[in-house]
């Protein structure tokens, strides 16, 4: 296995089959984004007066007041009883790739400073910093973990109680907006929210990254067209016996994941096989198994 093998499973959240280089990888992939993350917040953020979202903003308002302690030395204090709260009510591996990530980003945010040129508009600053956010965040989240924070308080009670993950991070990203406009103006509490917003479009962007679709295909014709997806798209299939409500005759259902760039030529395909074929697609969160067909 090359490095390349081994990041593109990492990153698309793929096992290597050996334990010990999976768990190298993700260490490696959550330190590199704390590196990014750590950039994000001294190089574009804060020297905007532009908060990040969730605990790393609060962190940045008390270092305004307090200078004698670091942004990465308030979030890893603040990190400490929510990652407590994790432990007990989420999955192991979870939390402590969780915890892995807030003690990196912690460190790094404090101890390493890289010192480079930034453009001074704070649009750009607070675009720039916004997107590198969202990649550190993003990107750990597709390895299994979390940059702590308010991820694992909206968990936790989406856990407990049912409602929705979004919401808790909303409302505290809305404090935080307002926090910023009363500490740093007005302008710097919209800047805020633009960065806030690229930060989220980049990790909705990565969560649905080559996005997985599962179609459902009813046929007359169900061993051709399962033939014609493999030769043509290379993606294996399943046939399910089905039989028409209405007409009583039988049919095949193919069963196929694929993903979304996909979808228009299995459509062609489907439809110069069969032109009376019923298709029908599904989201799909995650494909475990064999995705591509091999050839043998």
């Known amino acids: 296995m090359n490095m390349y093998d081994g990041m593109r499973r990492v990153v698309g959240m793929k096992g290597t089959g050996h334990p010990v280089l999976d768990w190298t990888w993700r260490i490696a992939v959550i330190l590199f984004c704390d590196l990014i993350g750590a950039i994000s917040v001294n190089n574009f953020l804060t020297p905007a007066r532009i908060l990040a979202g969730g605990v790393t903003g609060v962190a940045q308002i008390i270092h305004h007041y307090v200078h004698i302690l670091g942004v990465g030395t308030l979030f890893f204090v603040f990190n400490i009883p929510l990652f407590l709260i994790g432990y007990k009510y989420l999955g192991r591996r979870f939390i402590l790739q969780t915890g892995i990530a807030i003690l990196g980003f912690s460190i790094i945010a404090d101890a390493v400073h890289i010192h480079f040129q930034t453009p001074k508009d704070p649009l750009l600053m607070g675009l720039y910093g916004g997107v590198l956010s969202g990649l550190s965040s993003g990107l750990v989240i597709r390895v299994g973990g979390s940059m702590g924070g308010t991820d694992i308080l909206s968990l936790v009670i989406n856990r407990l109680t049912g409602r929705s993950v979004g919401s808790i991070g909303f409302v505290m990203n809305a404090v935080i907006v307002i926090l910023s406009m009363f500490v740093f103006g007005v302008p710097a509490g ?34 051709e067209v399962s033939s014609e997806i493999g030769h043509k798209l290379v993606r294996g299939s399943t046939i399910m016996r089905a039989y028409g409500a209405y007409t009583q005759r039988e049919r095949g259902v193919l069963l196929c994941a694929m993903t979304h760039l996909e979808m228009s030529d299995l459509r062609d395909l489907v439809q110069s096989i069969d032109p009376n074929a019923f298709i029908t697609i599904l989201d799909t969160t995650e494909v475990i198994g064999r995705f591509r067909q091999n050839n043998p």
């Open 190 to 223: 919209l800047y805020t929210l633009v960065s806030m917003y690229a930060a989220s479009r980049v990790v909705s962007g990565l969560m649905h990254f080559q996005q997985r679709k599962t179609a459902l295909i009813v046929t007359e014709k169900p061993t």
